[in-house]
């Protein structure tokens, strides 16, 4: 009898060991993909809108080349997204992307002038922020995803498009910075003085809430 008495204590004492367990797994898991106030902070809300500009003492850079030195930089640039989906984490929480702006810009590229200005087109685009550290921007229904830049040449001004499949970016919980790193954009039209390609470099940070008071920083889960 003492026996199974103790066999039935051992077999609860499991039981509760086993819930508790699953209790702190659920509450580990609870937390959304994006928040603010830390990681595993304050769920954002869907609707909620974010907005970045260029992380301090950084610049916007299109370059000729992967990792060139030769092409466009900017030292004005932001970003507005509208969050439409922040599930538990782990999972992909989704955006909208309503504006993208780039001014302020200089180029090198031989025989241009000066930049009249940069406009992204087709907006807006879907982005979608995936646990673990990755931004993935796509093509929305106005179009795929477009760039025109207005430049002035010693031949007068030229313009040139250029498009791109997608844009892949990584967030930081250190300072809540996204970083876009070569991204890579074809040209679509434009004279033969626009050149073939463009890749895109930019830090934007800290990615804010805007929608909440304090405007606070928005973290990846």
Known sequence: MR?????????LAVSATLAAGVQAG????????????????????????LSASLSSGTKAKIATSA??????????????????????????????????????CTT???????????????LPFAAAVASGGSL?????AAGPIQTTLKINTILGSTTCVYRAGSLTATPSNTDSSL?????????????????????FSAAYGPVQDTSQAGSPAVFVN
């Open 108 to 122: 090198n590229i031989l025989g241009a002038t000066g930049v009249q200005s940069i406009t992204v087109n087709n």
């Open 26 to 49: 659920a509450a580990a898991s609870s937390g959304e993909v994006l928040t603010t106030g830390g990681a595993g902070g304050t769920a954002v809300a869907v609707g909620d809108v």
């Open 67 to 104: 990792g060139g030195s030769t092409g466009i930089t900017c030292s004005t640039s932001a970003f507005t997204a509208t969050v439409t989906g922040n599930p538990a984490a782990p999972g992909t929480a989704t955006e909208t992307v309503t504006a993208h702006t780039l001014s302020n």
């Open 179 to 199: 970083t876009f790193s070569n991204q890579l954009f074809t040209k679509y039209s434009g004279p033969g003085t626009c050149p073939g390609s463009g890749y």
């Open 136 to 140: 993935t921007v796509t093509a929305g």
């Open 3 to 11: 026996k199974r008495a103790l066999l039935v204590s051992l077999g």
